[in-house]
T-cell receptor
Framework: AQSVAQPEDQVNVAEGNPLTVKCTYS??????LFWYVQYPNRGLQFLLK??????LVKGSYGFEAEFNKSQTSFHLKKPSALVSDSALYFCAVRRYQKVTFGTGTKLQVIP | GAVVSQHPSRVICKSGTSVKIECRSL??????MFWYRQFPKKSLMLMATSNEGSKATYEQGVEKDKFLINHASLTLSTLTVTSAHPEDSSFYIC???????????FGQGTRLTVV
């Protein structure tokens, strides 16, 4: 069985400050890891993915994520938060065809 | 990235009626499509996985006779909520993946309200 944990329901950060949204996973074998963002009443938008290679993955809108195999983590980061980054963020793991999502973390960037 | 279009974005139906939601991949062939239901408090629940030309695989606890999924072509999957009840009111999201894609692309979601 595979699982994803996003331990924080909500993360608040001041505009201009760095942000981190945490994600840990559990899966057998090599994981495919993803981050998605959701704005109100919209579907999910793909941000970035880790398949193999460099542990630091760069994605859309200045986001990046660091894959840490020993800690089974894939935290999402951004050096300087924008108010427009306020949204719901989902971490996901894929093994074969099955995609499992975390419960989501609401990011609130305070002006 | 690839585009997945979901229609309608909002629908209101009467209790006891059926409603169909379409999910189309616009610029790639979707060999696999997924249907999710998103509850308040945001958790995303996988309902079923469908491969083109074959029957959908439903997750445990999802009634296959109530949530009919058809994936008849490489660009279209439909979810029909039959005999809808108010408790079926929710946000339904589809996603699609092609043979060469490692990630799935999502539709915009459908807000279903059963009155």
């Amino acid at each position: 069985a595979q699982s994803v944990a996003q331990p924080e329901d909500q993360v608040n950060v001041a505009e201009g400050n760095p942000l981190t949204v945490k994600c840990t996973y559990s899966v057998s074998g090599n994981p495919y890891l993803f981050w998605y963002v959701q704005y109100p009443n919209r579907g999910l938008q793909f941000l970035l993915k880790y398949i193999t290679g460099d542990n630091l993955v760069k994605g859309s809108y200045g986001f990046e994520a660091e894959f840490n195999k020993s800690q089974t983590s894939f935290h999402l980061k951004k050096p300087s938060a924008l108010v427009s980054d306020s949204a719901l963020y989902f971490c996901a793991v894929r093994r074969y065809q099955k995609v499992t999502f975390g419960t989501g973390t609401k990011l609130q960037v305070i002006p | 990235g690839a585009v997945v279009s979901q229609h309608p974005s909002r629908v209101i139906c009467k209790s006891g009626t059926s409603v169909k939601i379409e999910c189309r991949s616009l610029d790639f062939q979707a060999t696999t499509m997924f249907w999710y239901r998103q509850f308040p408090k945001k958790s995303l629940m996988l309902m079923a996985t469908s491969n083109e030309g074959s029957k959908a695989t439903y997750e445990q606890g999802v009634e296959k006779d109530k949530f009919l999924i058809n994936h008849a072509s490489l660009t279209l999957s439909t979810l029909t909520v039959t005999s809808a009840h108010p408790e079926d009111s929710s946000f339904y999201i589809c996603s699609a993946k092609g043979r060469v894609n490692t990630e799935a692309f999502f539709g915009q979601g459908t807000r279903l309200t059963v009155v």
